[in-house]
């Protein structure tokens, strides 16, 4: 079963805008997770939040975390086409849980 | 380094055949995972390799399903008989040292049963 909503389902922008991402979690949370997943390919790790963390960066991303509100974001700077792919968020509940995706969010940006 | 290799890319087969997906992971991973992953989903955690064992199978179908790990290097994962509702795609994952350390995840095999 999945743990997280992805919202938007689907975003569609022009190059050199900003996407957001939001992801939303149903149980309490030691670290979560964002990966890339480009069509037809596996997945590829963006960055790492842990549950005591309020914000991250790393080069053109930043994520935040609302544990509170069980929720975070993603949000992708000046976007490239070759952002275009679909972007999960996945969460544990801690060493001997399992890693747990949503749904997806499906980012396409346009030349 | 070479990333996780997974094979066949893609497998077509017809219901009720059995199918057979290899994984190779990144060299040094003790921790391997395989996913289900359904179109327009997010993947579903199958099952996860600590070397040889098994710690999280809970999700697997073990009417249908197995999966081995010898050496606790390369494993495989079979589908005897393969019904419709099998066609997904196969991710395979490792991971070091830990299981929440970031998961490295090959390209996936793509089944269709006809």
């Known amino acids: 079963s999945q743990q997280g909503e992805e919202d938007p389902q689907a975003l569609s922008i022009q190059e050199g805008e900003n996407a957001t991402m939001n992801c939303s979690y149903k149980?309490?949370?030691?670290?979560l997770q964002w990966y890339r997943q480009n069509s037809g390919r596996g997945l590829v790790h963006l960055i790492l939040i842990r549950s005591n963390e309020r914000e991250k960066h790393s080069g053109r991303l930043r994520v935040t975390l609302d544990t509170s509100k069980k929720s975070s974001s993603l949000l992708i700077t000046a976007s490239r086409a070759a952002d275009t792919a679909s972007y999960f968020c996945a969460t544990d509940e801690g060493r001997g849980s399992r890693l747990t995706f949503g749904e997806g969010t499906q980012l396409t940006v346009n030349p | 380094e070479a990333g996780v290799v997974q094979s066949p890319r893609y497998k077509i087969i017809e219901k009720k055949q059995p199918v057979a997906f290899w994984c190779n992971p990144i060299s040094g991973h003790n921790t391997l995972y395989w996913y289900l992953q359904n179109l327009g989903q997010g993947p579903e955690l199958l099952i996860r390799y600590e070397n040889e064992e098994a710690v999280d199978d809970s999700q697997l179908p073990k009417d249908r399903f197995s999966a081995e790990r010898l050496k606790g290097v390369d494993s495989t994962l079979k589908i005897q008989p393969a019904e419709l509702g099998d066609s997904a795609v196969y991710l395979c994952?490792?991971?070091?040292?830990?299981?929440?350390?970031?998961?490295?995840f090959g390209p996936g095999t793509r089944l269709l049963v006809l």
């Open positions: 994952a490792s991971s070091y040292p830990g299981p929440f350390e970031t998961q490295y």
């Open positions: 149980t309490s949370i030691n670290n």
